[in-house]
């Protein structure tokens, strides 16, 4: 069960990718309460991970997400690019689950909620828990590092917080036929694990959300025996999102809420800020990536071409590199300037006090360089993505704001509502009024406190 602590929700952050381990150690250590690891990647590298997580991240709780919903998909969305194939830890994350992924993997075809009949769900659910809790212990026993932990009187070393149950996408044409299964499949958890905390992780699209199905879906999630809510709307970005699809966003989180803790699994600012002015949303964490940041399509399955970007502190947003010059110009005639008005964490502090013009400094955010890309339909073309160091810098200086955005303190809503609608004065004068268009509707709907449903 995730720890309540009224000031701030559980800063999460999701570890998807290896070249991402170093972001969560070192400057960052202490920048972040709990990793969320995908399954796939734990699947496919556990000893590696095993590594990671009892010396990198030493003392970090995780959560593994056994994405069970990886196999329910087309399977387009688990090919790999390069080889044409299924990916491998897709294939390796089948291995440890079993059936019916296993079987339905290897034929090349999606699972469908007629493939979990009868004794096939427990023996599902069991392997699906016994993944999260032994796949990480069984790698460090291997390689001897359970001693440490004896002698560090750590009673269940690598032990994930909660075990998440296994989880579909449901989407308005089959939420009837997977969200018995959903529901089973944690009631079927509990069973096994009464003495654990279990995770329903509620996964939908927004068709489903802004129809009147959500309300069964609704009262079946809460009337389960779940510990705590996870909660991913497919596509939902809450800074593009229109107000309405927010509104009834805001409203399901806020009605699951009112009897279990809820997490967010792919949240920006909002659902941080809700956190701590709205306690009625009982939002107990939030989870974030790197690169990806604060929302994610269900498929593909990992994977994506990486793309970095400004994420500007008082927007709240990543910006296109420059459209977060256009804001930063103003306050880039000295680096002091910058400092108060734009941000003070290390990154920027090294790169635009270390310049010997502050805009010079700040152009490392956005260097590109060009690469050749070749794709079978489309012939030879070039495109600018940043150079890995320019990424690098985004990213550090996104988890240092994000970092400060989860401890700022807690304030009225009416004073955050005027924060958000300030900044979006400023920065309208500037990008233009449809820019930044998600700081009014957030401002709107942390002043009202939601009732979607
Ligand atoms: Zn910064």
Same mark, same amino acid.
């Given at each position: 069960?995730?720890?309540?602590?009224?000031?701030?929700?559980?800063?999460?952050?999701?570890?998807?990718?290896?070249?991402?381990?170093?972001?969560?150690?070192?400057?960052?250590?202490?920048?972040?309460?709990?990793?969320?690891?995908?399954?796939?990647?734990?699947?496919?590298?556990?000893?590696?991970?095993?590594?990671?997580?009892?010396?990198?991240?030493?003392?970090?709780?995780?959560?593994?997400?056994?994405?069970?919903?990886?196999?329910?998909? !087309?399977?387009?969305?688990?090919?790999?690019?390069?080889? &044409?194939?299924?990916?491998?830890?897709?294939?390796?994350?089948?291995?440890?689950?079993?059936?019916?992924?296993?079987? #339905?993997?290897?034929?090349?075809?999606?699972?469908?909620?007629?493939?979990?009949?009868?004794?096939?769900?427990?023996? =599902?659910?069991?392997? *699906?828990?016994?993944?999260?809790?032994?796949?990480? #212990?069984?790698?460090?026993?291997?390689?001897?590092?359970?001693?440490?932990?004896?002698?560090?009187?750590?009673?269940?070393?690598?032990?994930?917080?909660?075990? *998440?149950?296994?989880? =579909?996408?449901?989407?308005?044409?089959?939420?009837?036929?997977?969200?018995?299964?959903?529901?089973? =499949?944690?009631?079927?958890?509990?069973?096994?694990?009464?003495?654990?905390?279990?995770?329903?992780?509620?996964?939908?699209?927004? !068709?489903?959300?802004?129809?009147?199905?959500?309300?069964?879906?609704?009262?079946?999630?809460?009337?389960?025996?779940?510990?705590? /809510?996870? /909660?991913?709307?497919?596509?939902?970005?809450?800074?593009?999102?229109?107000?309405?699809?927010?509104?009834?966003?805001?409203?399901?989180?806020?009605?699951?809420?009112?009897?279990?803790?809820?997490?967010?699994?792919?949240?920006?600012?909002?659902?941080?800020?809700?956190?701590? /002015?709205?306690?009625? +949303?009982?939002?107990?964490?939030?989870?974030?990536?790197?690169? +990806?940041?604060?929302?994610?399509?269900?498929?593909?399955?990992?994977?994506?071409?990486?793309?970095?970007?400004?994420?500007?502190?008082?927007?709240?947003?990543?910006?296109?590199?420059?459209?977060?010059?256009?804001?930063?110009?103003?306050?880039?005639?000295?680096?002091?300037?910058?400092?108060?008005?734009?941000?003070?964490?290390? *990154?920027?502090?090294?790169?635009?006090?270390?310049?010997?013009?502050?805009?010079?400094? =700040?152009?490392?955010?956005?260097?590109?360089?060009?690469?050749?890309?070749?794709?079978?339909?489309?012939?030879?073309?070039?495109?600018?993505?940043?150079?890995?160091?320019?990424?690098?810098?985004?990213?550090?200086? +996104?988890?240092?704001?994000?970092?400060?955005?989860?401890?700022?303190?807690?304030?009225?809503?009416?004073? *955050?509502?005027?924060?958000?609608?300030?900044?979006?004065?400023?920065?309208?004068?500037?990008? &233009?009024?449809?820019?930044?268009?998600?700081?009014?509707?957030?401002?709107?709907?942390?002043?009202?406190?939601?009732?979607?449903?």
């Amino acid at each position: 069960m995730i720890a309540r602590d009224r000031s701030a929700p559980v800063h999460m952050v999701r570890y998807g990718i290896h070249r991402e381990a170093h972001y969560f150690c070192g400057e960052f250590a202490d920048s972040y309460d709990w990793v969320v690891f995908n399954g796939a990647m734990v699947a496919d590298a556990a000893s590696g991970l095993a590594a990671f997580a009892s010396s990198k991240a030493t003392g970090k709780p995780f959560i593994i997400d056994p994405q069970t919903h990886a196999f329910q998909h !087309g399977l387009a969305s688990v090919e790999s690019s390069k080889t &044409g194939g299924i990916k491998r830890s897709i294939l390796k994350l089948a291995d440890y689950l079993g059936e019916p992924v296993k079987s #339905r993997l290897s034929s090349w075809r999606p699972v469908t909620p007629e493939d979990f009949s009868g004794s096939l769900v427990e023996a =599902f659910v069991a392997r *699906v828990a016994d993944f999260q809790l032994n796949t990480l #212990r069984t790698q460090a026993a291997a390689r001897g590092e359970l001693e440490y932990y004896q002698f560090a009187g750590i009673a269940a070393p690598l032990e994930p917080e909660s075990v *998440v149950a296994p989880y =579909f996408l449901m989407d308005e044409t089959t939420v009837d036929d997977w969200l018995p299964l959903n529901v089973r =499949f944690v009631e079927c958890s509990k069973q096994l694990h009464p003495g654990r905390s279990v995770t329903l992780q509620l996964v939908v699209d927004q !068709g489903l959300l802004l129809s009147d199905q959500i309300n069964n879906v609704i009262d079946l999630v809460v009337s389960s025996r779940a510990d705590q /809510v996870a /909660v991913w709307v497919d596509r939902l970005d809450e800074v593009q999102a229109p107000a309405f699809v927010l509104k009834k966003y805001l409203g399901l989180l806020k009605a699951i809420g009112k009897s279990k803790p809820v997490s967010v699994l792919y949240g920006s600012y909002l659902p941080v800020i809700l956190a701590k /002015v709205r306690p009625g +949303y009982n939002i107990a964490g939030v989870c974030h990536g790197l690169e +990806y940041g604060e929302h994610r399509p269900v498929v593909p399955v990992g994977g994506g071409i990486p793309i970095s970007k400004f994420y500007y502190p008082r927007v709240h947003a990543r910006l296109d590199y420059f459209d977060a010059y256009k804001l930063a110009s103003r306050h880039l005639g000295s680096a002091s300037d910058y400092m108060a008005n734009v941000c003070d964490c290390p *990154v920027c502090t090294e790169l635009i006090g270390g310049a010997t013009r502050p805009d010079e400094g =700040f152009a490392l955010y956005g260097e590109p360089k060009s690469i050749r890309v070749e794709t079978r339909h489309r012939g030879v073309s070039y495109r600018n993505i940043p150079t890995p160091e320019a990424r690098d810098r985004c990213v550090r200086h +996104y988890l240092h704001v994000k970092s400060r955005e989860f401890r700022e303190p807690r304030r009225e809503p009416a004073v *955050v509502s005027k924060e958000l609608r300030d900044a979006r004065e400023e920065a309208m004068a500037l990008l &233009g009024s449809s820019a930044v268009g998600h700081l009014k509707v957030w401002a709107d709907l942390i002043e009202k406190e939601g009732d979607g449903f």
